[in-house]
């Protein structure tokens, strides 16, 4: 498989990801009008997806902001979540059942649902998250997140997480996070999570993500899910290629307003009361 491309098979045609920047730069904010287009018409944003960013473990919601920025140019509104224990809630400890109801608050906010775009361990809760509410979004995309979290590397993490995190904790240090977030989710399996949608899901991995491991495991516990492989650029994809990020997102986007305004016309409207006397004339 080229790195440049989707994979095919059970992801369906593969397809170009585009170039990437190398690892580590966002690049200037002017580079998103070109991932986003032109300046949207916000007249349509009604009928258009919202989108709920979720971030990764030790991040923020900031971590969103090229992505906010370039979907609103697009006329799509959104918001990014903090969860538990990061951002505006650094004093909380994560928890599973925090995360999911941080991301069901945002797409309750919402008077469609949304698409739900998680990162890492945004990813994770994502799944984990669809898999109990899918009737209430469109559906996912989720990347750096393609490996289960479990076996004996995890639990040799966790007690390196523990034991820095005791160190560190009176200097202010956040690697608590890391103990709890690997507590939380330990023996917590998003392939199985993965196996229970029926809303669209796209993976979206950088080329030199090392949690994309399991990639095709997770393509074959979903069947006509699609991945996107991204060139040169590492686990925080949409960090290290926030153009080509940006231009995935777009593509999902459209092909969700393609699918909704097929069911749209699919559907017949009943009729009315002056339509219903009228065919018994």
């Excluded at 690049?27 to 009928?47: I, K, N, S, V, Y």
């Excluded at 999570?193 to 994309?212: E, F």
Aim: proline share 7%; net charge positive.
């Amino acid at each position: 498989m080229s790195p440049a491309t989707a994979v095919a098979g059970a992801a369906g045609p593969a397809r170009p990801a585009g170039p990437a920047r190398p690892a580590g730069t966002a690049g200037p904010a002017a580079d998103h009008t070109d991932a986003a287009g032109p300046a949207a018409d916000h007249t349509g944003a009604r009928d258009r997806a919202p989108i709920v960013f979720v971030h990764g473990v030790r991040t923020s919601s900031a971590i969103w902001a090229h992505q906010m920025a370039a979907m609103a140019r697009s006329g799509h509104r959104s918001v990014a979540v903090d969860l538990p224990g990061h951002g505006t809630r650094a004093h909380e400890r994560f928890t599973l059942a925090g995360a999911l109801e941080a991301i069901g608050q945002a797409v309750d906010a919402f008077d469609v649902p949304p698409l739900v775009v998680g990162l890492s361990l945004g990813g994770y809760s994502t799944l984990a998250y669809a898999a109990r509410h899918q009737d209430r979004i469109a559906g996912v995309v989720v990347a750096g997140c393609s490996t289960e979290i479990r076996g004996k590397p995890v639990r040799a993490y966790r007690s390196v997480a523990h034991h820095v995190a005791r160190t560190l904790r009176p200097s202010g240090g956040t690697w608590h996070i890391v103990s709890d977030m690997l507590e939380a989710m330990g023996g917590h399996s998003s392939l199985a999570d993965l196996r229970r949608l029926l809303v669209p899901v796209w993976i979206v991995n950088g080329r030199r993500d090392v949690l994309r491991l399991e990639e095709r495991r997770y393509l074959a516990a979903r069947p006509g899910t699609r991945l996107t492989v991204v060139p040169r650029a590492g686990h925080d994809v949409n960090s290290h290629a926030p153009i080509v990020f940006n231009r995935i997102l777009l593509d999902v986007l459209a092909e969700l307003r393609t699918a909704a305004a097929a069911i749209a016309r699919a559907v017949p409207v009943a009729p009315g009361p002056t339509q219903g006397a009228a065919s018994l004339a």
